[in-house]
Antibody, heavy 116, light 112 residues
Framework: EVQLVESGGDLVQPGGSLRLSCAASGFTFSSHWMSWVRQAPGKGLQWVANIKEDGSEKYYVDSVKGRFTISRDNAKNSLYLEMNSLRAEDTALYYC?????????WGQGTLVTVSS | DVVMTQSPLSLPVTLGQPASISCNSSQSLVYSDGNTFLNWFQQRPGQSPRRLIYKVSNRDSGVPDRFSGSGSGTDFTLKISGVEAEDVAVYYCMQGTHWPYTFGQGTKLEIK
């Protein structure tokens, strides 16, 4: 069974940093692109970033470019999102998802709140 | 960015009756290889999104056959042939053809 379990969400002050993790199991992690997608409270879905199977390609939505970094450790079956210079508008539930243009499985999300 | 516009945004439906959600994209979603990467997701209250349909009309494993997807180019539709109580959710279309991938605003289906 495919499982994606996010962690690392927290309350952080504007300008602060946070690192999200996603532990994957039930499939060959190193064979899949992975993504982060976020959902602001009571709002719709927004793509954040993708990373290729071997980490050689990464794509970001403009609003996070230069502030967020997606990475992975295939030996640990883990996906990460390093978030710097956080803003109030980054407040959201962050989902880890398998795949990219045909993303299929999603985790339950981890909540990031940016507030003073 | 490609704008995905769904209608209606709110959809009250009587149990057993059909429902239809429209999704229009600001650009054609046909990729250079001929595929159209238009997916539909269901998000039940308090849950993460679940993919129902991929590449316009392909139903995911375990998805009831009352759900169907159709369309081409810039106009797409999700249909439910007879709504059941478990279908109460927000439905999103999503395009995976042009980066950044984008979602529609969501359509909230409720039982009338």
């Amino acid at each position: 069974e495919v499982q994606l379990v996010e962690s690392g969400g927290d309350l952080v002050q504007p300008g602060g940093s946070l690192r999200l993790s996603c532990a994957a199991s039930g499939f060959t992690f190193s064979s899949h692109w992975m993504s982060w997608v976020r959902q602001a409270p009571g709002k719709g879905l927004q793509w954040v970033a993708n990373i290729k199977e071997d980490g050689s390609e990464k794509y970001y939505v403009d609003s996070v470019k230069g502030r967020f970094t997606i990475s992975r450790d295939n030996a640990k079956n883990s996906l990460y999102l390093e978030m710097n210079s956080l803003r109030a508008e980054d407040t959201a539930l962050y989902y880890c998802a398998r795949g990219y243009y045909l993303t299929d499985y999603w985790g339950q999300g981890t909540l990031v709140t940016v507030s003073s | 960015d490609v704008v995905m516009t769904q209608s209606p945004l709110s959809l009250p439906v009587t149990l057993g009756q059909p429902a239809s959600i429209s999704c229009n994209s600001s650009q054609s979603l046909v990729y250079s290889d001929g595929n159209t990467f238009l997916n539909w997701f269901q998000q039940r209250p308090g849950q993460s999104p679940r993919r129902l349909i991929y590449k316009v009309s392909n139903r995911d494993s375990g998805v009831p056959d009352r759900f169907s997807g159709s369309g081409s180019g810039t106009d797409f539709t999700l249909k439910i042939s007879g709504v059941e109580a478990e279908d109460v959710a927000v439905y999103y279309c999503m395009q995976g053809t042009h980066w950044p991938y984008t979602f529609g605003q969501g359509t909230k289906l409720e039982i009338k």
